[in-house]
């Protein structure tokens, strides 16, 4: 079925969650939010006006920190650092993976950079950097560094700000502040709001914010400042602006907080499961549940406790039903309320194990796959009802890993013993050598058809066309063998790699990659046509796969 003609047209090409902020500046006549979905550009007045991401040029969605030297805004994401311009062109700046940058001090757009590579020279390779000050360095390990020195200083949390005191220097963690005098000796901050904690600067001085919203200033005998209120989650704070862990940002009015990060967002950009149900779009993600997008593009958002969990390993539909996946057991909707279904709890349908790990449709009835074997349910009905249970062989393996059913034939992979089919009767092995790649299959998709492709942790995938096996260690167009998703399609395969995605084509033997998506993590993948929706790592994209003159990203 295809998406629905509202949905097809509200879904863009490129769609996060920018409900993640990590800093806020004033730049260009807009305030500029850094989060993990992009940045977002807000009006002086609160009003949101749009979203960068990659097709901007962004080089990762995920923005760590943002400083501005007054014609240019530097930015600090996972995959490089960027500057832009008053119109919000990029321009790349330095390949470094740094959470922090060091404050501009007033410095100009060549000082800054040259600053910069200069900080970068002097460095340790290998470590995350979340925090600068002219003389220290600190990382997400709890590390605290001296530039120019070998002195270092272990700490509890990643640092997330240090000032540089007359007398040594002040470090604050996700889950303390210390003060370290000039001679080395540490000392902590007895009485702090409860974690993970940020920090800000202010004219009264610094702020150590707490995850309820508590502010504490910066002292010996630290006092809760009773006449702030703060957002809870509150990540970063700028005058009259908030950044929080997950809602989002908001401004300060005469009413108090007032969040202005559009509501109705996509659940999460870290995207492990695609389906439809009734003719729209469901996403499941890694740990923010479920959602489904309305046909006036807004996103209706299912977690616990209408799910067993929040981690979501796989999603289908019936039609009268929908069915999630999870960690903790299975969520099923009959059309009217959610139900939890798990192993050691309610169980009408024999779950062997509380990790469901896949749910789809097979002419036996609704399968429902853990570690242990299949529990067959009867399609469209309510409550469930189990057909058959039907057990994996026992001498097979225990680490079973994906699995999957189509037409008569039901799929099981695993970390170590390669690939299961049950066709009605018994079950047949496949291995590596002969038919696979790698015996450690980490993706699978299947049709009725009788084909199936499968993607391993580090060598690749292997196609089945229903009687012979093609396998693909290598290949030009494979951007890395490590593959975490697949689908089949007319002619071949989508996989998902940790590098890209590409398009296997039976016929030639040929693989092709794909243009750049939304995250190179390529982690759930829904063919529509002629294109896919794939679920990455960074948010949701559509990407054209047949044709190879077709644009990089349509607009859908």
Aim: proline residues 6%.
């Amino acid at each position: 079925m295809m998406l629905s003609t509202l949905t097809a047209l509200t879904l863009a090409a490129t769609v996060t969650n920018t409900e993640t902020v990590h800093d806020l500046k004033p730049f260009g006549g807009h305030v500029v939010a850094c989060t993990e979905g992009g940045l977002e550009l807000f009006t002086p007045s609160g009003r949101p006006v749009r979203v960068l991401t990659v097709e901007d040029g962004l080089p990762s969605h995920y923005c760590r920190a943002l400083e501005s030297t007054g014609d240019r805004l530097f930015v600090a994401t996972d995959e490089g650092l960027v500057s832009l311009d008053a119109r919000f062109q990029v321009t790349p700046v330095l390949d470094v993976r740094w959470q922090a940058l060091p404050p501009s001090e007033d410095a100009s757009t060549p000082d800054y950079v040259s600053r910069l590579e200069s900080l970068a020279s002097v460095l340790t390779p290998g470590a995350t950097y979340t925090a600068f000050s002219p003389r220290f360095a600190g990382t997400a390990e709890g590390r605290l560094f001296e530039l120019g020195t070998q002195r270092a200083w272990s700490l509890p949390g990643p640092v997330r700000f240090i000032s540089d005191t007359q007398d040594g220097v002040d470090v604050g963690t996700t889950e303390g502040a210390f003060s370290i005098s000039a001679s080395g000796r540490l000392s902590a901050l007895r009485d702090v709001p409860t974690g993970p904690l940020s920090f800000t600067v202010t004219e009264q001085g610094v702020r150590i914010v707490g995850s309820h919203g508590e502010v504490h200033a910066w002292e010996t005998e630290s006092v809760p400042l009773q006449t702030v209120s703060v957002p809870k989650g509150a990540t970063v704070l700028n005058t009259e602006w908030a950044g929080t862990r997950a809602s989002g940002v908001f401004k300060l009015g005469p009413k108090g907080w007032r969040r202005v990060t559009p509501t109705g967002q996509l659940c999460g950009n870290h995207i492990t499961a695609l389906a439809r149900h009734q003719g729209q779009l469901v996403v499941g993600t890694f740990d923010r549940g479920a959602c489904i997008q309305r046909e006036d593009g807004r996103w209706r958002t299912i977690r616990s406790p209408s799910l067993p969990s929040d981690q979501v390993l796989g999603i289908t539909s019936d039609g009268p039903n929908l069915y999630v996946a999870t960690t903790y057991g299975l969520g099923f909707h009959d059309g009217k309320t959610w139900t939890q279904i798990a192993y050691g709890a309610r169980n009408p349908v024999a779950l062997g194990k509380l990790s469901v790990l896949n749910v789809s449709q097979m002419d036996d009835g609704v399968a429902l796959v853990d570690g242990r074997g299949v529990s067959l349910v009867t399609p469209g009905t309510a409550p469930l009802s189990l057909v058959k249970r039907v057990p994996l062989p026992k001498e097979w393996s225990k680490h079973p890993s994906v699995g999957e059913a189509s037409g008569r034939f039901l799929w099981m992979g695993s970390e170590d013993r390669g690939l299961l089919r049950w066709d009605g009767a018994a079950w047949q092995r496949f291995h590596d050598g002969r038919d696979l790649t790698d015996n450690w299959i980490t993706a699978l998709s299947t049709d009725a058809q009788g084909r199936a492709v499968a993607g391993t942790c580090q060598d690749g995938f292997s196609y089945f066309d229903g009687a012979k096996w093609t396998r693909v260690r290598a290949a030009p167009g494979l951007p890395s063998p490590a593959i975490v998703s697949a689908a089949l399609v007319p002619g071949g395969a989508l996989v998902g790699t940790l590098l890209g995605a590409s398009y296997f084509d039976a016929a030639t033997g040929q693989t092709r990659a794909l243009p750049k998506l939304a995250d190179p993590r390529v982690y759930a993948v829904l063919p529509d046509g002629d294109s896919a929706l794939f679920g990455t790592e960074g948010g949701l994209s559509s990407a054209a796969w047949k044709a190879v003159s077709a644009p990089a990203l349509s607009q859908r």
